[in-house]
């Protein structure tokens, strides 16, 4: 079965500061992995994915992601944090082959201060 | 290009009644799935539909239930409802059922049972 942990249910940061969301997995099989992120009163958008292939991923908004399979990780971090990015994260997995099953995190609720 | 669609955005309903939540994807994709949103356990998979054809389950109670038509449009249905039923609900919609797919959310229909 798969899983995913995020560290810090809450992170504040300092607008202009970096940005660093931590996401962990446990699969039996190297998965897809997928960072989303969710505005109030909204569904959630798809900020990057790794399938294959380079393991620094860059998406959209500034945000990139690396995966480390020895660390079984795919942190997500953003060179200088904006207002704008106070949001809800979610870390999502899904099995190869296995459809559109995402298995999510927790989230991680990020606040920006002036 | 339409994004997904939810109807209705909102629902109040009692104990013991049934409800039906609809989703249009985006026109051309193929795949639906849906999702429960709630506080206390996450995002959480139901059931992904492709091609009119249940893909994939997540662990929830029979009384949850969902359906795709020919044009792609999902309903998912649930049955005797329960005060743990109140969430988000969430429809994701995907060109096909490859699990490194991007998968589009849609607003979500917010759930109350009373």
């Known amino acids: 079965a798969q899983s995913v942990t995020q560290l810090g249910s809450h992170v504040s940061v300092s607008e202009g500061a970096l940005v660093l969301l931590r996401c962990n997995y446990s699969s039996s099989v190297p998965p897809y992995l997928f960072w989303y992120v969710q505005y109030p009163n909204q569904g959630l958008q798809l900020l990057l994915k790794?399938?294959?292939?380079?393991?620094l991923v860059k998406g959209i908004n500034g945000f990139e992601a690396e995966f480390k399979k020895s660390e079984t990780s795919f942190h997500l971090t953003k060179p200088s944090a904006h207002m704008s990015d106070a949001a809800e994260y979610f870390c999502a997995v899904s099995d190869p082959g296995g459809g559109n099953k995402l298995t999510f995190g927790t989230g991680t609720q990020l606040k920006v201060e002036l | 290009k339409a994004g997904v669609t939810q109807t209705p955005r909102y629902l109040i309903k009692t104990r013991g009644q049934q409800v039906t939540l609809s989703c249009s994807p985006i026109?051309?994709?193929?795949?639906v799935s849906w999702y429960q949103q709630t506080p206390g356990q996450g995002l959480q998979f139901l059931f992904e539909y492709f091609s009119e054809t249940q893909r994939n389950k997540g662990n929830f109670p029979g009384r949850f239930s969902g359906r795709q038509f020919s044009n792609s449009r999902s309903e998912m249905n649930v049955s005797t409802l329960e005060l743990g039923d109140s969430a988000l609900y969430l429809c994701?919609?995907?060109?096909?059922?490859?699990?490194?797919?991007?998968?589009?959310f849609g607003p979500g229909t917010r759930l109350t049972v009373l």
């Open positions: 790794y399938t294959t292939g380079a393991t």
């Open positions: 994701a919609s995907s060109l096909s059922s490859s699990s490194y797919n991007e998968q589009f």
């Open positions: 026109s051309g994709h193929r795949s």
